[in-house]
């Protein structure tokens, strides 16, 4: 069964940093194009981060450039987002999202483009 879960959502300060993994089973990233995605109450989900391939390039959003990074480790099927300087408007669902093959340029950015997806994993930032 495909499956990807996500973890490490939580309730903390701006200014805070925090790290969600995203673990993949019932297939190999090797050969996906992963990608995280948010959602925040009444808004559209966005793309937040994504490898294009096993080997490729990493992209951001604006809004979270510097702040965040994307790191994917194959051998273990996660995927991670370590996420710095954490701000109130970074509150949303985050999602994990898969797609076979290469990702080129911003068609990462596309929800539909993507094979698979985890539940999410809420992440409120708040004082």
């Known amino acids: 069964q495909v499956q990807l879960v996500e973890s490490g959502g939580g309730l903390l300060q701006p200014g805070g940093s925090l790290r969600l993994s995203c673990a993949a089973s019932?297939?190999?990233?090797?050969?996906?194009?992963i990608a995280w995605f948010r959602q925040a109450p009444g808004k559209e989900r966005e793309g937040v981060s994504c490898i294009t391939s096993s080997i490729g390039s990493t992209y951001y959003a604006d809004s979270v450039k510097g702040r965040f990074t994307m790191s994917r480790d194959n051998g273990k099927n996660l995927v991670y987002l370590q996420m710095n300087s954490l701000k109130p408007e970074d509150t949303a669902v985050y999602y994990c999202?898969?797609?076979?093959?290469?990702?080129?340029?911003?068609?990462?950015?596309?929800?539909?483009?993507?094979?698979?997806w985890g539940q999410g994993t809420q992440v409120t930032v708040s004082s």
């Open positions: 999202a898969a797609k076979r093959g290469v990702l080129l340029g911003r068609r990462w950015l596309r929800s539909d483009e993507y094979d698979y």
């Open positions: 019932g297939f190999t990233l090797d050969y996906y194009a």
